[in-house]
C-alpha cells in the first residue's frame, strides 16, 4: 500500500490561510489522493480528493504537483472549527473498495 | 440525511469480558466499514462489507473478534475476550459509492 509523509503538527492563525503538505513519492499511477480530517472527539470527515488536477470544493482546495509526488490542502480561512487531525491517504483507483490507510495525520492547532 | 449511529457511544469493561458494539449506516449505503483508532493513531481497517458479504476482513484478529451485518443494513462487531489492548475507539463508516465514507461518532471502549 503507497504511503503518505506529513508533518505531525502545525500551526495557524484564525482568518490566514492554511497550506498542508503530503508527501507521496511511490505513488501509482491508479492511486487517488484523499484527505480527511477529525475534529476532536468526532469520526473522521472526507474533505476533498483528486487525482492529477487541482481540485477546489466548499472546504478546501487540493493543489497537486505535476509529478504527484506531493499534494497540499489548503483552507482559505482558518477558523478555530479547522482544529482538527488531517489525514492525506492514498486510494487506489476510484472503486469504493479501494482501502483508506490512514496514517497519524497532521494535527492542526488554529490561534485566535 | 441522518448520519452514520454507533451504540453505546462509551464502554468500561473488564479484560476477559466481552463487548458488542451497534451500527447503523446511512440508509441506502452498501458498503460498511468497521475501523479500530488507538490514542494518537490513525484509524486502522478491521472489516468491511459489501451488503452482507465480507470484502475485507484481513486486519481481523478472528480469535477474539467477529462482525456480522444483519440484511446487508446494520452491524455488530463483537470482542470475546477482551484484552487490555483492545481499548480504543472503534469507529463505523459507511459509503454509497466513490469518493467518500462517512463515519460515525465512534464508541470507545476502555478496558480495564
Known amino acids: 500500500d503507497a504511503k503518505t509523509t506529513q508533518p505531525n503538527s502545525m500551526e495557524s492563525n484564525e482568518e490566514e490561510p492554511v497550506h498542508l503538505p503530503c508527501n507521496h513519492s511511490?505513488?501509482?499511477?491508479?492511486?487517488?489522493i484523499h484527505w480527511y480530517r477529525q475534529l476532536p472527539s468526532q469520526g473522521p470527515e472526507y474533505v476533498i480528493h483528486g487525482l492529477t488536477s487541482n481540485v477546489n470544493n466548499r472546504m478546501a482546495s487540493l493543489a497537486i504537483a505535476e509529478d504527484r509526488k506531493s499534494s497540499t490542502l489548503i483552507l482559505h480561512r482558518a477558523t478555530l472549527r479547522d482544529a482538527a487531525v488531517y489525514y492525506c491517504i492514498l486510494r487506489e483507483g476510484s472503486s469504493n473498495t479501494g482501502k483508506l490507510i490512514f496514517g497519524q495525520g497532521t494535527t492542526l492547532q488554529v490561534k485566535p | 440525511e441522518a448520519g452514520v449511529a454507533q451504540s453505546p457511544r462509551y464502554k468500561i469493561i473488564e479484560k476477559r469480558q466481552s463487548v458488542a458494539f451497534w451500527c447503523n449506516p446511512i440508509?441506502?449505503?452498501?458498503?460498511l466499514y468497521w475501523y479500530q483508532q488507538i490514542l494518537g493513531q490513525g484509524p486502522k481497517l478491521l472489516i468491511q462489507?459489501?451488503?452482507?458479504?465480507?470484502?475485507?476482513d484481513s486486519q481481523l484478529p478472528k480469535d477474539r473478534f467477529s462482525a456480522e451485518r444483519l440484511k446487508g443494513v446494520d452491524s455488530t462487531l463483537k470482542i470475546q475476550p477482551a484484552k487490555l489492548e483492545d481499548s480504543a475507539v472503534y469507529l463505523c463508516?459507511?459509503?454509497?459509492?466513490?469518493?467518500?465514507?462517512?463515519f460515525g461518532p465512534g464508541t470507545r471502549l476502555t478496558v480495564t
Open positions: 462489507f459489501q451488503n452482507n458479504g465480507v470484502v475485507d
Open positions: 511511490t505513488i501509482s499511477g491508479t492511486d487517488y
Open positions: 463508516a459507511s459509503s454509497l459509492g466513490p469518493p467518500g465514507q462517512y
Open positions: 440508509s441506502g449505503h452498501a458498503t
